[in-house]
Protein backbone atom coordinates (compact mmCIF):
# COMPACT_ATOMS: atom_id res chain seq x y z
CA UNK A 1 0.00 0.00 0.00
CA UNK A 2 1.77 3.32 -1.22
CA UNK A 3 -1.26 5.74 -0.82
CA UNK A 4 -3.86 6.19 1.69
CA UNK A 5 -6.99 8.81 2.45
CA UNK A 6 -7.99 9.30 6.03
CA UNK A 7 -9.91 11.85 7.94
CA UNK A 8 -10.17 13.31 11.71
CA UNK A 9 -11.64 16.23 13.55
CA UNK A 10 -8.04 18.25 12.04
CA UNK A 11 -5.70 17.92 9.81
CA UNK A 12 -2.78 16.20 12.18
CA UNK A 13 -5.50 13.81 13.77
CA UNK A 14 -6.18 13.08 10.16
CA UNK A 15 -2.18 12.45 9.26
CA UNK A 16 -1.98 10.56 12.63
CA UNK A 17 -4.73 8.24 11.44
CA UNK A 18 -3.02 7.74 7.90
CA UNK A 19 0.99 7.80 9.32
CA UNK A 20 -0.18 4.23 11.46
CA UNK A 21 -2.06 2.82 8.39
CA UNK A 22 1.21 2.98 6.26
CA UNK A 23 3.31 2.38 9.14
CA UNK A 24 5.82 5.04 8.85
CA UNK A 25 7.18 8.45 10.02
CA UNK A 26 5.87 11.81 8.59
CA UNK A 27 9.54 11.54 7.08
CA UNK A 28 8.32 9.05 4.35
CA UNK A 29 5.11 10.43 3.05
CA UNK A 30 4.08 13.14 1.49
CA UNK A 31 0.51 14.83 2.84
CA UNK A 32 -2.15 16.63 0.25
CA UNK A 33 -4.39 18.18 2.16
CA UNK A 34 -7.97 17.63 0.59
CA UNK A 35 -10.35 18.59 2.81
CA UNK A 36 -10.22 21.74 5.49
CA UNK A 37 -11.65 20.78 9.09
CA UNK A 38 -15.28 22.92 9.42
CA UNK A 39 -17.57 23.49 12.55
CA UNK A 40 -20.30 24.18 10.65
CA UNK A 41 -23.38 26.61 11.56
CA UNK A 42 -23.73 26.98 15.60
CA UNK A 43 -20.98 24.75 15.99
CA UNK A 44 -22.69 21.53 15.20
CA UNK A 45 -24.98 21.84 11.87
CA UNK A 46 -22.90 20.98 8.69
CA UNK A 47 -19.76 19.81 10.55
CA UNK A 48 -17.05 18.61 8.48
CA UNK A 49 -13.76 16.86 9.26
CA UNK A 50 -9.98 17.12 7.91
CA UNK A 51 -9.47 14.87 5.04
CA UNK A 52 -5.87 14.45 3.67
CA UNK A 53 -4.25 11.58 1.07
CA UNK A 54 -0.99 10.09 2.26
CA UNK A 55 1.58 8.76 -0.53
CA UNK A 56 4.35 7.07 0.65
CA UNK A 57 7.94 7.93 -0.69
CA UNK A 58 9.97 4.99 -2.24
CA UNK A 59 13.65 4.73 -0.46
CA UNK A 60 16.43 6.00 -2.65
CA UNK A 61 18.85 2.96 -3.75
CA UNK A 62 22.21 2.47 -2.16
CA UNK A 63 23.49 3.87 -5.51
CA UNK A 64 21.69 7.08 -6.17
CA UNK A 65 22.64 7.82 -2.34
CA UNK A 66 26.43 7.67 -2.62
CA UNK A 67 26.03 9.60 -6.07
CA UNK A 68 23.70 12.13 -4.63
CA UNK A 69 26.17 12.40 -1.78
CA UNK A 70 29.44 12.76 -4.40
CA UNK A 71 27.42 15.32 -5.51
CA UNK A 72 27.29 17.70 -3.02
CA UNK A 73 30.43 17.12 -1.73
CA UNK A 74 31.77 17.83 -4.87
CA UNK A 75 29.90 21.06 -5.18
CA UNK A 76 31.68 24.58 -4.20
CA UNK A 77 30.52 26.52 -1.11
CA UNK A 78 29.62 29.55 -3.19
CA UNK A 79 27.24 26.96 -5.26
CA UNK A 80 25.45 25.67 -2.42
CA UNK A 81 24.66 29.40 -1.15
CA UNK A 82 23.76 30.79 -4.20
CA UNK A 83 21.50 27.61 -4.20
CA UNK A 84 20.35 28.50 -1.05
CA UNK A 85 19.74 32.59 -1.90
CA UNK A 86 17.74 30.99 -4.88
CA UNK A 87 15.54 28.43 -2.84
CA UNK A 88 14.83 31.57 -0.59
CA UNK A 89 13.84 34.13 -3.25
CA UNK A 90 11.15 31.65 -5.02
CA UNK A 91 10.06 31.04 -1.28
CA UNK A 92 9.79 34.70 -0.36
CA UNK A 93 7.75 35.07 -4.17
CA UNK A 94 5.66 32.27 -3.38
CA UNK A 95 4.86 33.71 0.09
CA UNK A 96 4.45 37.56 -1.24
CA UNK A 97 1.68 36.19 -3.65
CA UNK A 98 0.11 34.21 -1.53
CA UNK A 99 -0.79 36.97 0.89
CA UNK A 100 -1.45 39.08 -2.19
CA UNK A 101 -4.07 36.52 -3.29
CA UNK A 102 -5.41 36.50 0.45
CA UNK A 103 -5.82 40.14 0.11
CA UNK A 104 -7.83 40.51 -2.62
CA UNK A 105 -10.52 38.03 -1.56
CA UNK A 106 -14.13 39.81 -1.96
CA UNK A 107 -16.11 40.17 1.66
CA UNK A 108 -19.22 40.11 -0.01
CA UNK A 109 -18.42 36.81 -2.42
CA UNK A 110 -17.25 35.24 1.35
CA UNK A 111 -20.53 36.00 3.03
CA UNK A 112 -21.99 34.62 -0.13
CA UNK A 113 -20.13 31.28 0.07
CA UNK A 114 -20.71 30.89 4.11
CA UNK A 115 -24.62 31.17 3.21
CA UNK A 116 -24.68 29.02 0.72
CA UNK A 117 -22.70 26.52 2.55
CA UNK A 118 -24.84 26.80 5.63
CA UNK A 119 -27.98 26.14 3.83
CA UNK A 120 -26.45 23.21 2.55
CA UNK A 121 -25.48 22.00 5.75
CA UNK A 122 -29.79 22.37 6.58
CA UNK A 123 -30.45 20.99 3.62
CA UNK A 124 -31.34 23.70 1.53
CA UNK A 125 -29.99 24.77 -1.86
CA UNK A 126 -29.86 29.07 -2.25
CA UNK A 127 -28.99 31.56 -4.38
CA UNK A 128 -27.76 35.15 -2.78
CA UNK A 129 -28.76 38.50 -4.70
CA UNK A 130 -26.64 41.19 -3.25
CA UNK A 131 -27.84 44.96 -3.30
CA UNK A 132 -25.36 47.60 -1.81
CA UNK A 133 -26.77 50.72 -0.54
CA UNK A 134 -24.82 54.15 1.33
CA UNK A 135 -24.82 52.08 4.78
CA UNK A 136 -25.47 48.69 4.20
CA UNK A 137 -25.95 45.95 2.39
CA UNK A 138 -28.69 43.34 2.10
CA UNK A 139 -28.18 39.57 1.16
CA UNK A 140 -31.58 38.27 -0.25
CA UNK A 141 -32.19 34.91 0.33
CA UNK A 142 -34.08 32.83 -2.36
CA UNK A 143 -34.78 29.44 -2.47
CA UNK A 144 -37.38 26.69 -1.18
CA UNK A 145 -38.64 25.79 2.47
CA UNK A 146 -37.03 28.66 3.62
CA UNK A 147 -38.61 28.39 6.77
CA UNK A 148 -36.18 26.32 8.67
CA UNK A 149 -33.58 29.37 7.58
CA UNK A 150 -35.73 31.83 8.76
CA UNK A 151 -36.61 30.63 12.20
CA UNK A 152 -38.80 31.39 15.15
CA UNK A 153 -39.83 35.38 14.44
CA UNK A 154 -36.54 35.14 12.84
CA UNK A 155 -34.43 34.24 15.33
CA UNK A 156 -32.25 31.68 12.95
CA UNK A 157 -32.03 34.36 9.88
CA UNK A 158 -30.87 36.89 12.60
CA UNK A 159 -27.77 33.85 14.18
CA UNK A 160 -27.04 33.71 10.51
CA UNK A 161 -26.56 37.44 9.73
CA UNK A 162 -24.15 37.56 12.89
CA UNK A 163 -22.14 35.37 11.68
CA UNK A 164 -22.19 36.17 8.16
CA UNK A 165 -20.95 40.12 9.23
CA UNK A 166 -17.75 38.27 11.09
CA UNK A 167 -17.04 36.38 7.83
CA UNK A 168 -17.09 39.44 5.93
CA UNK A 169 -15.27 41.71 8.12
CA UNK A 170 -12.37 39.13 8.04
CA UNK A 171 -12.01 39.68 4.46
CA UNK A 172 -12.33 43.35 4.72
CA UNK A 173 -10.41 46.67 5.64
CA UNK A 174 -13.27 48.67 7.03
CA UNK A 175 -15.93 47.82 8.55
CA UNK A 176 -19.26 46.77 6.57
CA UNK A 177 -22.50 45.99 7.97
CA UNK A 178 -24.60 43.39 6.15
CA UNK A 179 -28.39 42.47 6.31
CA UNK A 180 -30.14 39.34 5.36
CA UNK A 181 -33.12 38.71 4.08
CA UNK A 182 -35.34 35.93 3.26
CA UNK A 183 -38.89 35.86 1.42
CA UNK A 184 -39.22 39.45 2.46
CA UNK A 185 -39.25 38.62 6.06
CA UNK A 186 -37.71 41.71 7.27
CA UNK A 187 -40.46 44.05 5.53
CA UNK A 188 -43.44 41.54 6.65
CA UNK A 189 -41.79 41.59 10.35
CA UNK A 190 -41.10 45.39 10.32
CA UNK A 191 -45.27 45.94 9.32
CA UNK A 192 -46.11 43.17 12.38
CA UNK A 193 -44.07 44.85 15.13
CA UNK A 194 -45.42 48.56 13.82
CA UNK A 195 -48.70 47.28 13.90
CA UNK A 196 -48.30 45.70 17.54
CA UNK A 197 -46.45 49.11 19.11
CA UNK A 198 -49.55 51.15 17.56
CA UNK A 199 -52.20 48.39 19.53
CA UNK A 200 -49.98 48.40 22.32
CA UNK A 201 -49.65 51.80 22.59
CA UNK A 202 -53.23 52.26 22.79
CA UNK A 203 -53.61 49.61 25.67
CA UNK A 204 -51.39 52.46 27.67
CA UNK A 205 -53.54 54.78 26.96
CA UNK A 206 -56.63 53.00 28.03
CA UNK A 207 -55.52 51.77 31.21
CA UNK A 208 -52.74 54.65 32.26
CA UNK A 209 -49.96 51.49 32.76
CA UNK A 210 -46.77 50.47 31.26
CA UNK A 211 -46.42 47.78 28.41
CA UNK A 212 -43.21 45.76 28.86
CA UNK A 213 -42.57 43.65 25.71
CA UNK A 214 -41.28 40.74 25.32
CA UNK A 215 -37.26 40.73 24.97
CA UNK A 216 -35.64 41.77 21.62
CA UNK A 217 -32.98 42.27 18.85
CA UNK A 218 -31.74 45.46 19.43
CA UNK A 219 -33.02 46.30 15.64
CA UNK A 220 -36.41 45.49 16.66
CA UNK A 221 -36.53 47.75 19.37
CA UNK A 222 -35.61 50.31 16.93
CA UNK A 223 -38.39 50.16 15.04
CA UNK A 224 -40.58 50.22 18.17
CA UNK A 225 -39.53 53.43 19.55
CA UNK A 226 -39.24 55.23 15.95
CA UNK A 227 -43.03 54.10 15.32
CA UNK A 228 -44.18 55.78 18.87
CA UNK A 229 -41.56 58.66 18.91
CA UNK A 230 -43.88 61.46 17.99
CA UNK A 231 -47.09 59.58 19.29
CA UNK A 232 -49.01 62.34 21.39
CA UNK A 233 -50.00 60.32 24.28
CA UNK A 234 -46.95 57.84 25.06
CA UNK A 235 -43.61 57.55 24.98
CA UNK A 236 -40.61 54.64 25.27
CA UNK A 237 -37.82 52.97 26.86
CA UNK A 238 -35.86 49.67 27.14
CA UNK A 239 -34.93 48.16 30.36
CA UNK A 240 -32.53 45.05 31.22
CA UNK A 241 -29.90 43.67 29.88
CA UNK A 242 -29.29 41.52 26.46
CA UNK A 243 -30.25 39.62 25.48
CA UNK A 244 -33.42 40.11 27.70
CA UNK A 245 -33.63 43.82 26.96
CA UNK A 246 -37.03 44.81 26.61
CA UNK A 247 -39.19 48.40 25.32
CA UNK A 248 -41.69 49.61 27.86
CA UNK A 249 -44.53 51.63 26.45
CA UNK A 250 -45.89 54.24 29.13
CA UNK A 251 -48.54 57.03 29.22
CA UNK A 252 -46.76 60.53 29.31
Known amino acids: ?3 VVTSGKTVEDAVRQGLSQLGVSRERVTVNVLEQPSKGFLGWLGVKKAKVELTLLSEPSP ?11 AQAPSDVGQAVSQAGSVAQEAQRKMEASR ?3 DPYEEAVRFIRETAAGMGLDVEVDVRHRKD ?3 LDISGPSLGMLIGRRGQTLDALQYLTNIVANRHSDK ?4 VLDAEQFRARRRKTLEDLAERLANQAVRYGKEVVLEPMPSQERKLIHAKLQQHALVRTYSKGDEPNRRVVIAKK
Not at 63 to 73: D, G, I, L, N, P
Not at 175 to 178: C, T, Y
Open 1 to 3: MTK
Open 63 to 73: ETTHTAETHVS
Open 103 to 105: GHI
Open 136 to 138: EST
Open 175 to 178: FIRI
